[in-house]
């Protein structure tokens, strides 16, 4: 088993697993998210981070998903370390635009813009939420229950600086590119493809990385362009 992990199958093993936990992350995270555009009042986006924030099963989850980010980004760059030690010395360049995708042949670049998004963004909302508290993150009482505004937290960071709007934009349609190549790539490596199935999963992969860079993106431009009432 150890073995198994060195090697570099090993690695892109594990690499994949965390890859689609990650994704299956991302599509609960967009959900969630699109309700602050559904409801004007906050209150039903304040009900799903209340509970997200309080279901004993998320709570056990977190770490586990803090876990994965990890495992997913030190062995993403662990790979491209060996794939370049692997290189010769001195090579010609290729030009490889024709066998493979752009995003595929960037995904360490385009991993460490996300990465860098991330960053920003678990200090923009998550650290407040969790840890520091904002002015903006007041109790209210929703439907008899009392839990923190949120959505006065996420809602005004983007009403009152455009600059965010577009910095969450970007970050949306990085992720849309990055996750294009590593939906089906996922599958790919873990031996669920086949000559028939692998199309279907590049499909698939194309359709879920457009929903997800359009539907983080929209929500910043919902703010930016005064849509709400």
């Known amino acids: 088993m150890s073995k198994f992990l060195t090697a570099s199958i090993g690695r892109k093993f594990i690499m994949s697993l965390s890859g689609l936990f990650l994704m299956v992350f991302i599509a609960v995270h967009l959900g969630l998210n699109l309700l602050l555009i559904f409801d004007d009042s906050g209150d039903l986006f304040n009900q799903g981070a209340h509970f997200m924030a309080t279901n004993p099963l998320i709570k056990v989850m977190e770490p586990i998903l803090g876990l994965g980010f990890i495992v997913h ?13 692997a290189r010769p010395v001195k090579y010609a360049k290729k030009n490889m635009s024709g066998a493979s995708s752009w995003a595929s042949r960037n995904m360490l670049v385009l991993g460490a813009l996300v990465l860098v998004f991330l960053i920003i963004h678990i200090l923009d909302f998550f650290v407040k939420i969790k840890f520091t508290g904002d002015p903006s993150l007041t109790e209210v009482l929703v439907a008899g229950e009392h839990m923190e505004n949120t959505y006065a937290l996420v809602s005004g960071a983007f009403m009152s600086s455009t600059a965010l709007c577009v910095l969450y934009i970007l970050g949306g349609i990085l992720l849309g590119v990055h996750l294009s190549h590593g939906f089906w790539s996922s599958f790919q490596t873990l031996g669920l493809n086949n000559k028939y199935w692998l199309k279907r999963w590049q499909i698939v992969g194309q359709i879920y990385a457009v929903v997800v860079a359009l539907g983080f993106a929209i929500i910043p431009l919902y703010f930016m362009f005064g849509l709400y009432n």
């Open 73 to 85: 980004i030190l062995w993403s760059f662990t790979l491209e370390y060996q794939n370049w030690k």
